[in-house]
């Protein structure tokens, strides 16, 4: 079993529908990161939490340590969206363990 | 700020040869990681440096790959003799302690081993 588990592997919407992105995890963690990748293969970071909740525009990013599970949110999707969304772990240090990533895509 | 660099942006190669992958992490950035991707593995760690020392180095996968850090701004990852099993794309990422370690990840360079 991965440390980092994501779902759904694949999630396809139309334009304009509330998305939601799972992530869980088994080890105890530092803080959790949600990143992004287009299909050009850049990288961008969207939220780096350790508790609670981030807002970012039409992005939304929850934790709970508790159950060790993380959430990003996308209200009002976009085709723009359309991108591979990775979650990651911070154990041990500054070493990150990533997910499989999520590809979505959201057509217009 | 440029964010960080990376050079080449695509590098192809014959099995054997040697490779150097360079990085320029963001200006004030004490930290310095190199990251692997693969569609078989995902993003991967591969080293990662703090104010220049290697701090972890577990994820290098063998002796033919090895990483430097001679000053803060600049950062070597090098692979000799290269495989065709070493293809992938290697990312560059920067982050600063004071701003909780938000890591900027370079463009990355698609390395392909004949």
């Known amino acids: 079993k991965n440390e980092v588990e994501q779902s759904p592997q694949n999630l396809t919407a139309q334009e304009g529908e509330f998305i939601t992105i799972n992530c869980s995890y088994s080890?105890?963690?530092?803080?959790l990161h949600w990143l992004q990748q287009h299909p050009g293969g850049g990288i961008v970071s969207l939220f780096m939490?350790?508790?609670g909740k981030k807002k970012h525009g039409r992005l939304i990013a929850t934790i709970n340590i508790q159950e060790k599970h993380s959430s990003l949110h996308i209200t009002a999707s976009h085709p723009r969206d359309s991108a591979v969304y990775i979650c990651a772990v911070q154990a041990s240090g500054s070493r990150l363990t990533f997910g499989e990533g999520t590809q979505l895509t959201v057509n217009p | 700020d440029a964010g960080v660099i990376q050079s080449p942006r695509h590098e192809v190669t014959e099995m054997g040869q040697e490779v150097t992958l360079r990085c320029k992490p963001i200006?004030?950035?004490?930290?310095l990681f190199w990251y692997r991707q693969t569609m078989m593995r995902g993003l991967e760690l591969l080293i990662y440096f703090n104010n220049n020392v290697p701090i972890d180095d577990s994820g290098m996968p063998e002796d033919r790959f090895s990483a430097k850090m001679p000053n803060a701004s600049f950062s070597t990852l090098k692979i000799q003799p290269s495989e065709p099993r070493d293809s992938a794309v290697y990312f560059c990422?920067?982050?600063?302690?004071?701003?909780?370690?938000?890591?900027?990840f370079g463009p990355g360079t698609r390395l392909t081993v004949l």
């Open positions: 939490l350790s508790s």
């Open positions: 200006s004030g950035h004490d930290y």
């Open positions: 080890v105890g963690i530092s803080a």
């Open positions: 990422a920067s982050s600063r302690l004071a701003t909780n370690n938000e890591q900027f």
